[in-house]
């Protein structure tokens, strides 16, 4: 072969070696570091307009939804079914929200526009050169401030992390605790560390999250049993992985939501303040 052709055929192999491994380092899931945010809800903020002059009753409906990527039970991606189950919540927190685009925006964007309400995307993993997947919250109130923080992750499969917010709920400071936990060889150590978080938490404080274990789960169980912890999905029959767990609040309405949307049924609540004596 003459030399020419050679050095033709050894360039266009060292392209495809680069391109092969660019594909490779843009695929990996890269877990993301902690982050921090101050003030947005349901107000403009200006330099006179802060959260907690924001008005807010002494109650609360929130929903936590895996949303499995806007696929429902017949795998058919239809974000409009999604925000249909979403209709008529304060507060909801979503799990296996996708970024959309390469423009930086989110399924948590769509949704938020759809339902009126604004929302903040809470990525867990960095793929394709842009912030991937995770978790999202949506909100019709102000919420004073939220704090990201990575969890536990071994195995590299996929990366998880929690959310803890602060807003106002009539003349009280609520702390929400919100997650998406790994159902593998993570899920226990991740557990144990959102139950150690979640109980150290000035009441009143708000647990919310697929915790990827049922009402039989030891871990589940124990957290179950610990004085001062009420269930909202007490008394439901339906089996569930999702949970919304609440420390020095009143739950007075409970239920689940199933339209298809997803392979999880919603969970709601609605929670109140309980008097100080």
Do not use: C, Y
């Not at 939804?65 to 409009?80: S, T």
């Amino acid at each position: 072969m003459k030399p020419h052709l050679l050095r033709r055929k050894a360039i266009v192999g060292l392209l495809g070696l680069v391109l092969l491994a660019g594909f490779w380092v843009a695929q990996r899931r890269v877990p993301l570091g902690p982050a921090a945010g101050g003030p947005f809800g349901s107000v403009p903020m200006s330099a006179t307009t802060t959260a907690a002059a924001t008005p807010a009753g002494d109650w609360l409906r929130v929903a936590t939804f895996n949303i499995h990527g806007g696929r429902g039970a017949d795998d058919r991606l239809e974000l409009g079914r999604t925000a249909a189950a979403m209709n008529d919540f304060d507060l909801i927190w979503l799990n296996e929200v996708h970024a959309v685009g390469w423009s930086g925006g989110s399924q948590a964007d769509q949704l938020a526009g759809r339902l009126g309400l604004q929302g903040l995307f809470v990525p867990a993993e960095r793929r394709w050169g842009r912030n991937d997947f995770g978790n999202a919250l949506l909100v019709d109130r102000a919420v004073e401030s939220w704090t990201r923080t990575p969890l536990p992750a071994t195995q590299r499969r996929g990366f998880r992390n929690m959310l803890l917010v602060r807003m106002r709920l009539g003349d009280q400071s609520v702390r929400l605790l919100l997650t998406h936990l790994d159902r593998r060889d993570d899920g226990p150590e991740q557990m144990r560390l959102i139950s150690r978080t979640f109980l150290a938490l000035e009441p009143p404080a708000v647990l919310m999250g697929d915790l990827n274990r049922d009402q039989d789960d030891p871990q589940m169980r124990q957290l179950l049993n610990t004085p001062g912890v009420s269930d909202a999905s007490a008394g439901l029959t339906q089996p569930h992985i999702d949970w919304i767990l609440t420390r020095g609040l009143h739950i007075s309405a409970s239920g689940q939501i199933d339209n298809g949307a997803s392979d999880h049924p919603l969970l709601w609540a609605q929670i109140q303040t309980i008097a100080k004596p």
